[in-house]
């Protein structure tokens, strides 16, 4: 099992996306909002590119934000 957060390329201006500054083969925004746990073997995923120390502490303190009071 694994959290996962989908991407989209339709990037909209929401608090809780962000769009994603580092990669170099994956464009447009994660949803923040839209945290999912999936079976990454039932869903045969496939590694594309590793994001961003830079990019992933940013998704992960929107991400916090969806959680605090």
């Given at each position: 099992?694994?959290?996962?957060?989908?991407?989209?390329?339709?990037?909209k201006d929401f608090p809780t996306h962000y769009c994603l500054k580092d990669t170099?083969?994956?464009?447009?925004?994660?949803?923040?909002?839209?945290?999912?746990?999936?079976?990454?073997?039932?869903?045969?995923?496939?590694?594309?590119?590793?994001?961003?120390?830079?990019?992933?502490?940013?998704?992960?303190?929107?991400?916090?934000?969806?959680?605090?009071?």
């Amino acid at each position: 099992m694994v959290i996962v957060c989908p991407i989209t390329s339709n990037t909209k201006d929401f608090p809780t996306h962000y769009c994603l500054k580092d990669t170099k083969k994956i464009s447009g925004s994660v949803l923040c909002e839209h945290i999912q746990s999936i079976d990454y073997e039932v869903r045969n995923l496939k590694y594309v590119e590793k994001m961003s120390e830079r990019d992933f502490n940013n998704v992960m303190d929107l991400m916090n934000s969806c959680f605090e009071d």
